[in-house]
């Protein structure tokens, strides 16, 4: 399977599960501002990234690499962390990405790792089309009406990867 291929099946897979999606939760007010996303890439995939749930970007590049970011432990200050890289949350199996920024998930003690530096985007909460049902891929929380980004809920993320092994090892 070519990778164009494996990014239209996880598409196509993904699309399947929003079928029975939610009506858009209504519009925020001219008053209110957009909600702001991090976008970060897998693949071809966009995935959002609520910026409220998210702490300031570290680089890699100050850290030692591990063999596997997936669940790696790491000290940062007095701080440790686990890891949890995001493709290999989303597509176990896949081709491992490198690992270029550490994003910090408010009040967990996980940090992402993601391939690239995440884009800030404002998007209004009508053009995301949420999921109702949740029972497979609970993280999958909807996705763009324009069919562009999926919105990923990042509490729902870290429980599976804290209920995951690295990839390629059973669950």
Known sequence: MTPASRDTAL???????????????????????????????VGR??????????GAPI??????????????RIRIGKDDWQVAE??????????????????PVTG???LLGVTGQPVRLSLDEDA??????RSSRPWLSGMSRDG???ALDVRA???????????GSPA
């Not at 995939?45 to 998210?54: H, T």
């Open 86 to 103: 995001l493709g290999a949350c989303i597509a176990p199996g896949f081709a491992v990405l490198p690992i270029d920024t550490l994003l």
């Open 11 to 41: 598409r196509d897979y993904l699309d399947a599960l929003l079928q029975d999606a939610a009506p858009a939760a209504s519009a925020a007010t001219q008053d209110d501002p957009a909600p702001t996303w991090l976008v970060c890439r």
């Open 128 to 133: 995301i089309e949420w999921r109702a049902q």
């Open 45 to 54: 995939l966009q995935l959002l990234l609520p910026s409220a749930s998210i």
């Open 108 to 110: 967990s003690g996980w």
């Open 157 to 167: 993320l870290i429980a599976h990867a804290a209920g995951i092994g690295p990839p």
């Open 148 to 150: 562009r980004y999926m």
């Open 59 to 72: 680089a890699t590049l100050d850290f030692e690499t591990p063999e596997s970011w997936h669940r790696a």
